[in-house]
């Protein structure tokens, strides 16, 4: 079966450090892989998806940045970080465009 | 991005009553819904999902009605338990697209 990891859980950073939250999925391949962030009481933003390795499409104009150095790994990151980066930041995968999405557990991002 | 609202932010219903949560959507050309429950502090999981060729699909307490002349989704649960306590999204693929778009979401709290 398709597992889907995501970490750290929670992580607190000073405005200016960076980031980088991993995701990594099992048991499939080729999977179309997404980063939405989530703020306090709102719905999901998509930031990045990606169908393959090295390609990336961003829905958003941002502080982030994603990559793909594996079929199975997408990486979200940030230089430095700003206030208004924190939020929940989910991992999903799908085997493609019409296929529902499974999520990862969340990393809740607090800038200080 | 597509628009992809819910009608109540949020709903609160007594243990052991139905529940209905809708959604209504904007385009026409979506073909795929899929309704997601997220608890608190985790990630989004699936609930049920439909296609534009059927009015209704049934699991397991939940039911989900699709007009697409009035672009309107539902989500019936029936005999809603504590556990049923959450945020429910209900995300929309337009069979153009290449991603799902998701509301804001409506918290349905349960009392017992």
């Known amino acids: 079966s398709q597992t889907i990891h995501q970490w750290p859980a929670t992580l607190v950073q000073p405005v200016g450090s960076p980031l980088s939250l991993e995701c990594t999925v099992e048991?499939?391949?080729?999977?179309?892989l997404y980063w939405y962030r989530q703020a306090a009481g709102r719905g999901l933003q998509l930031l990045f998806y990606s169908v393959g390795i090295g390609q990336i499409s961003s829905e958003v104009p941002q502080n982030l940045s994603a990559s793909r150095p594996q079929d199975r790994q997408f990486i979200l990151s940030s230089k430095k970080l700003l206030l208004s980066d924190s939020g929940f930041y989910l991992c999903?995968?799908?085997?493609?465009?019409?296929?529902?999405?499974?999520f990862g557990s969340g990393t809740r991002l607090t800038v200080v | 991005g597509e628009s992809v609202g819910l009608h109540l932010p949020t709903l609160s219903v007594q243990e052991g009553d139905n529940s209905i949560i809708n959604c209504a959507y904007s385009n026409s050309a979506s073909d795929y819904f899929i309704w997601y429950k997220q608890e608190s502090g985790k990630g989004p999981q699936f609930i049920i999902d439909i296609r534009s060729n059927m009015d209704k699909r049934q699991g397991q307490r939940v039911t989900v009605l699709l007009n697409k002349t009035v672009k309107h989704l539902s989500l019936q649960i029936a005999a809603t338990q504590p556990g049923d306590s959450a945020v429910y999204f209900c995300a929309e693929n337009p069979s153009t697209g290449n991603q799902f778009y998701f509301g804001t979401g409506t918290s349905l709290t349960v009392i017992p």
């Open positions: 048991g499939t391949s080729n999977p179309n």
């Open positions: 999903a995968w799908s085997r493609g465009y019409s296929d529902g999405y499974t």
